[in-house]
């Protein structure tokens, strides 16, 4: 009983120094709050997330966008054929007898284009020309009347010009000026029949007119407004 009485004094006297503000007390987790909990949490999140390989942004920050490649950044077209130098290999026709002059000089301007663009195809015998060869690729659906670099232009006849059968030119570079105007360079032989060759020449097409404005080379005092089939693309 005595060991009960000394229990029950000493609760009290405990009790009496808790009231009076004596006793020891542990102090509350300072915790941050807000947004400084957000920048911590994130930040420790990143770190983890770091250690295990995966790369995560914390949680106050925002995924960078991801970059879109635009399909209308295409490559150039890729050209089939060989170069000027390789195509351009001139064979001068004969000047003794009837036959030796019969025989025209190499390269015309159309197998001088088939060997730059690699275009190979409307194969339709000896008599094949510019316009023929035109008509059978117009044909396939292989024709347009806007220009494309490596496509092949085909001049309409002309017979102010004795150009019956039209001409033939590669198409080097083409720069649009407006929806319907070009400035081309472009390389041709055959431009003065004795199978020359002439490269960057200027010229300006007008695809609403279907008309072509030569700025140099042996046409350029004269090659204005010249009537244009279309450009054969490939």
């Known amino acids: 009983m005595q060991r009960n009485t000394a229990k029950a004094v000493g609760e009290i006297f405990l009790l009496a120094l808790l009231v009076s503000g004596c006793a020891r007390q542990e102090p509350a987790a300072n915790l941050p709050m807000g947004r400084a909990t957000t920048q911590e949490t994130g930040g420790l999140a990143s770190t983890m997330n770091q250690k295990s390989g995966m790369a995560v942004a914390p949680a106050n920050e925002s995924l960078p966008e991801q970059v879109s490649v635009s399909e209308d950044i295409l490559p150039a077209r890729g050209g089939q054929g060989r170069s000027t130098s390789e195509c351009f290999q001139l064979r001068p026709g004969g000047g003794g007898n009837k ?123 004269w090659g204005k407004g010249l009537p244009v089939a279309g450009f054969i693309l490939e």
Not at 137 to 151: A, D, F, H, I, Y
Not at 157 to 184: C, D, F, I, S, W
């Open 99 to 221: 036959k030796a002059k019969a025989r025209r000089c190499e390269p015309q301007s159309l197998p001088f284009a088939r060997c730059r663009s690699g275009i190979a195809s409307c194969r339709i015998g000896h008599e094949n020309g510019p316009l023929t060869w035109f008509a059978c690729e117009k044909g396939r659906g292989n024709t347009s009347l806007v220009p494309r670099p490596g496509s092949i232009l085909i001049l309409a006849a002309n017979n102010r010009r004795k150009m019956p059968t039209g001409h033939v030119a590669y198409v080097e570079e083409v720069v649009a000026q407006n929806a319907t105007v070009y400035r081309l360079v472009f390389t041709h032989t055959n431009y003065d029949r004795k199978c020359s060759l002439e490269s960057n020449i200027k010229a300006t097409y007008d695809s609403g007119a279907r008309t072509l404005d030569i700025h140099d080379g042996a046409w350029g005092a």
